[in-house]
Nanobody, 113 residues
Framework: QVQLVESGGGLVQAGGSLRLSCAASRSIFSLNAMGWYRQAPGKPRELVAIIHSSGSTKYVDSVKGRFTISRDNAKNTVYLQMNSLKPEDTAVYVC???????WGQGTQVTVSS
């Protein structure tokens, strides 16, 4: 069993930055990729960024150049640095351990125009 706990969401003006954290209850990054998903009201959930056990990363086109996913193995934590935020980034952001049913509880990000 793995528990994932997100933090770092909030309200920010357009152009601002936030850093989300996802802390895992035990060491998992050597085996599985970790992803950040988001879901806005009335829209399907989408994968925003993923970091593989190798350290390679991928991003959805809409956040490339603005968001950065990273991890700290010693802290069992994955981060999502979000810069140049736009109102369309408003959503609940959730972290997920790839190929499992382990999801965090989600953190709300609201970007005002």
């Amino acid at each position: 069993q793995v528990q994932l706990v997100e933090s770092g969401g909030g309200l920010v003006q357009a152009g601002g930055s936030l850093r989300l954290s996802c802390a895992a209850s035990r060491s998992i990054f050597s085996l599985n990729a970790m992803g950040w998903y988001r879901q806005a009201p009335g829209k399907p959930r989408e994968l925003v960024a993923i970091i593989h056990s190798s350290g390679s990363t991928k991003y959805v086109d809409s956040v490339k150049g603005r968001f950065t996913i990273s991890r700290d193995n010693a802290k069992n934590t994955v981060y999502l640095q979000m810069n140049s935020l736009k109102p369309e980034d408003t959503a609940v952001y959730v972290c997920h351990l790839d190929a499992t049913n382990f999801w965090g509880q989600g953190t709300q990000v609201t970007v005002s125009s």
